[in-house]
T-cell receptor
Framework: EAQVTQNPRYLITVTGKKLTVTCSQN?????MSWYRQDPGLGLRQIYY???????DKGDVPEGYKVSRKEKRNFPLILESPSPNQTSLYFC??????????????FGSGTQLSVL | RKEVEQDPGPFNVPEGATVAFNCTYS??????FFWYRQDCRKEPKLLMS???SGNEDGRFTAQLNRASQYISLLIRDSKLSDSATYLC????????????FGRGTSLIVHP
């Protein structure tokens, strides 16, 4: 089944304790992206990647890192989480082509709470 | 002006009603347009693409007006299960793939 797998679904941590949220897709997609969603603010892009070893900052990259060593995986790393990073996070992927009207596939989300 | 603007609502309608949402955009270079549906705390899912000539999928009709730079979604015969947030998404402004999201319009369908 074509899917984006995101783990964990829920995560509670404390300030400063490094964490990684994993994202994997099985559709051979070039484009992968991370978003955070907060009430009233909609989906905001954190980082994105157009291909292996190519990553770019989105609108709210501060406090986050990503890597794209393999096409299928795009982990989100919080080196020193802070309470303002408490949010609902989504990973998404697609073939990344405007010409072919490619839709985004989303992971099921990670609710992160930083205490 | 925000790149993509949507009335956050909520739109509160009875079952069976017809309801319409608009989404205005500022980047005239945007090439592709979509409506996504998002249930509370769940991932967004594609509802339908929006084509220049307008398109229909069952009770849902999407329209694109490039001259006025907006897209619309019309839902006929609303069901309780239509209650959700509807996000408009644009692609291709400036030639890049990077999607631009509206903040969503909340729809509540009541009995």
């Amino acid at each position: 089944e074509a899917q984006v797998t995101q783990n964990p679904r829920y995560l509670i941590t404390v300030t400063g304790k490094k964490l990684t949220v994993t994202c994997s897709q099985n559709m051979n997609h070039e484009y992968m992206s991370w978003y955070r969603q907060d009430p009233g603010l909609g989906l905001r892009q954190i980082y994105y990647s157009m291909n292996v070893e190519v990553t770019d900052k989105g609108d709210v990259p501060e406090g986050y890192k990503v890597s794209r060593k393999e096409k299928r995986n795009f982990p989100l790393i919080l080196e020193s989480p802070s309470p303002n990073q408490t949010s609902l996070y989504f990973c998404a992927s697609s073939f990344g082509s405007v010409a072919t009207n490619e839709k985004l596939f989303f992971g099921s989300g990670t609710q992160l709470s930083v205490l | 002006r925000k790149e993509v603007e949507q009335d956050p609502g909520p739109f509160n309608v009875p079952e069976g009603a017809t309801v319409a949402f608009n989404c205005t955009y500022s980047n005239s270079a945007s090439q592709s347009f979509f409506w996504y549906r998002q249930d509370c705390r769940k991932e967004p899912k594609l509802l339908m693409s929006v084509y220049s000539s307008g398109n229909e999928d069952g009770r849902f009709t999407a329209q694109l007006n490039r001259a006025s730079q907006y897209i619309s979604l019309l839902i006929r015969d609303s069901k309780l299960s239509d209650s959700a947030t509807y996000l408009c998404v644009l692609l291709g402004g400036g030639g890049s793939y990077i999607p631009t999201f509206g903040r969503g319009t909340s729809l509540i369908v009541h009995p």
